[in-house]
């Protein structure tokens, strides 16, 4: 097939029907981390692709807010509006969060939503540039808590350590619904040991690496965790494979991956008392073929190097699919799988537009990436 991007969609649809394989049967799927708007870094989330990607994936109902948008002054009003007015035109299946700027009268800005419709809050540390140690925080979980409505918090890259600050608010107020974002990997370790066992408090599973998931499964129960995808960054079908296959590697059953997929974040949308956390099930050591853990090396290279639109000149796609070629390790299926989307992430990389249009480079690459990362998902989930 000579063009690289229609071989890089067969691929991802052959890939839709390997994640309809690992769903547990009658599972409901519930995205707890969404967005729609357009960010000031240029990425947009496009109420029509979500919806569509709802309904091709079977994902019944989603959390949703706005980005970091261009008329986010004053306190993301005009974006609080758009939230509300999508959620209004879902039918239900959007649930809207207000996203609040600390300095700009949030308390003012989230009554105003909470009262027109909105049913969680969205917080971004780094975006918003405060510390978890700042005391306008208590207000906003203080109306939380009063109001039985969810705060979603990054807890992703660009943040110091969060853990002891953030434990002292959901402390303070241990009625407010906490979800930590991107598994809180700014301090994963730290928040499992300060939050891990606390009902009530949550991480979702919208990370790149399945190393975090699988790091994350063995420090709180399945009850603490919920599904996500961080829709338009977060991209199907890796969003939902990173989370079944770390979820079976970790060992949680059929009903705990439900309760991931959708019941945990069914419970939080309907203001309902949460499970008490059951112990962490994850694994205490990883292992691997040494071949998956050579693609997994060369693919963590190869990323950032895509990310800000490089060539390969070193060469690390060309040694992950070498690697594809170790007939020794029993898993030669895995390794075709591989290479098969390797092979296409190649030609992809080779023709990604140098100049035109900037949308269209930005998709280019995405796409690109996308083969990366499922790559990459087989490599790290594939049993030793």
Known sequence: MDDPLQRAQELMAQWDDEVRRE??????????????????????GVYDDLVRGMEKYGISRCFMFCLDEPDRHPGFRAGNDRTLAYAERSGGKLI????????????????????????????????????????????IFELAAERNVPILIHGGRGLPPIADDLGRVVDRYPKARLIVAHAGIADLAALANRLGGKAGVFFDTSVWSPLDLLGLYRLVGPEQVVYASDYPYGQQPASLLISLRTARQ???????????????AVRIAAGEPPCEPSAPKG??????????????????????????????????????????????????????????????ARDMWRALPEEGDEQDRVAHMRATFRLIHLADIVAVTTPA
């Open 23 to 44: 769903l547990p049967q009658g599972a409901d799927i519930f995205d707890a981390h969404t967005h729609l708007g357009t960010d000031i870094d240029g990425m947009a």
């Open 283 to 344: 694994i205490e050591t990883f292992s691997q073929p040494m071949s998956f853990a050579r693609i997994h090396q060369y693919l963590s290279m190869a990323t950032p190097l895509l990310w800000t639109r490089q060539p390969d000149r070193i060469g690390v796609l060309g040694l992950a699919l070498n690697a594809t070629d170790d007939r020794a390790n029993g898993h030669r299926e895995e390794l075709d799988q591989i290479r098969e989307l390797l092979l296409a």
């Open 250 to 264: 970790a060992g949680l059953s059929d009903d705990q991956v439900r309760d991931v997929l959708a019941g945990n």
């Open 96 to 139: 809207p969060f207000v996203r609040l700027d600390l300095s700009e009268d949030p308390i003012g800005e989230a009554t105003r939503c909470l009262d027109l419709g909105a049913k969680g809050i969205k917080l971004h540390p780094r975006a918003q540039k405060f510390l978890l140690n700042d005391e306008r925080l208590s207000p």
